[in-house]
């Protein structure tokens, strides 16, 4: 199901602030404080940030913006999940094992899903670019489905192991893909959490769109400032403890903004999967569930990671409702289509 969204109402009034950077979405150069002395949930960066939030489309940026430079050291060492995850010790290989199964890979399957609703069927030889792949886990769902796949990750050791199983794929960051395709080389192109993270959101998706085929789609799943539990957490939510790892925090009129910018048409949002959504739930909730926490220290931790999967299952009914009954999706899917080419990749 893919809907307009409308914009949150009944949020407290934020602190204004003084005109500042161009909104990354809209522009726009006016806004609000939203969110101030905001840490990093997860303890690893320093400092304190906040969030200011664009009068127009909503959307929200981190202030003061850091350095490009001093992006990767925000990052701990364990921070994205893998099924290979606490190598050190039989019972957390075991637990990454289960959660796999139970959680994450009933999540990529239910994105592969859902992108290939909106995007259609792929033509034959259709090609698919993930960027930000990490493990590959969606790309072989991709693969499955009849795409030639290629991914794209900063990691080295990342595209060592792609390469081993198969999958083809380039060490690169996203403003470098140019150097490794050419213009109009794929019929689908996405990137999952990748967009409030970059620097640019505007020159991340006009990369994309140059390289994709006419008629070809962008897929970008993102969580959404506007969605249900960014107000029922406020500041609890996990997306605002991810400053300064997040650098944005879209909303979906921003998401329009920027998508029509860049020239796509057809610009969609659907709903993530509800049991992703409910992840992000169970973490506002329990803060220390997080994978930094359970598998970088253990203990106590590792218990409330497996509270967290209990809230998890709890929460997907609440989460389904949030995406289709209440219609405000803290997650979503933005598509949007290059001009040209036909409907769909038949």
Not at 144 to 172: M, W
Not at 259 to 275: Q, S, V
Request: glycine letters at 10%; aromatic letters at 8%; charged letters at 20%.
């Amino acid at each position: 199901m893919s809907m307009t969204l409308p914009r949150a109402e009944g949020r407290p009034l934020p602190t204004p602030a003084s005109a500042g950077p161009a909104c990354p979405f809209c522009g726009d150069r006016n806004r609000e404080r939203l969110f101030a002395h905001v840490r990093d949930r997860l303890g690893h960066a320093p400092g304190e940030w906040s969030f200011d939030r664009c009068l127009t489309c909503g959307a929200a940026q981190l202030a003061p913006q850091p350095r490009e430079e001093d992006l990767p050291s925000y990052y701990p060492p364990i921070y994205s999940f893998t099924p290979e995850m606490g190598q050190p010790t039989a019972i957390k290989r075991f637990l990454a094992k289960l959660e796999y199964r139970l959680f994450y890979l009933p999540q990529y399957e239910a994105q592969v899903r859902i992108v290939c609703q909106q995007a259609g069927p792929p033509r034959i030889g259709a090609r698919l670019l993930d960027v930000g792949c990490g493990r590959g886990l969606r790309l072989e769902g991709f693969r499955r489905r009849g795409y030639h796949v290629v991914g794209s990750d900063f990691q080295p050791e990342v595209v060592a192991e792609l390469r081993q199983r198969g999958i083809k794929a380039v060490v690169s960051d996203i403003d470098h893909l140019s150097d490794h395709f050419s213009p109009a080389s794929f019929d689908l192109i996405t990137a999952f959490y990748l967009l409030e993270h970059v620097p640019s959101v505007l020159r991340t998706v006009q990369q994309a769109y140059s390289l994709l085929r006419p008629g070809g789609w962008f897929a970008g799943a993102v969580p959404l400032i506007d969605g249900a539990q960014a107000r029922w957490f406020g500041r609890r939510w996990i997306h605002v403890g991810e400053a300064p790892r997040h650098l944005t925090l879209p909303s979906h009129e921003g998401l329009q903004c920027l998508m029509h910018t860049a020239g796509y048409e057809k610009i969609t949002l659907r709903p993530d999967a509800a049991l992703n959504c409910a992840g992000v739930i169970a973490s506002s909730l329990i803060p220390e569930a997080s994978l930094t926490h359970a598998y970088g220290r253990g203990g106590s931790a590792m218990l409330r990671r497996l509270a967290g999967g209990v809230v998890t299952l709890l929460a997907t009914p609440l989460a389904w409702a949030e995406n289709h009954v209440l219609r405000q999706p803290s997650h979503g899917i933005i598509f949007g289509r290059k001009p040209g080419g036909c409907d769909a990749h038949s």
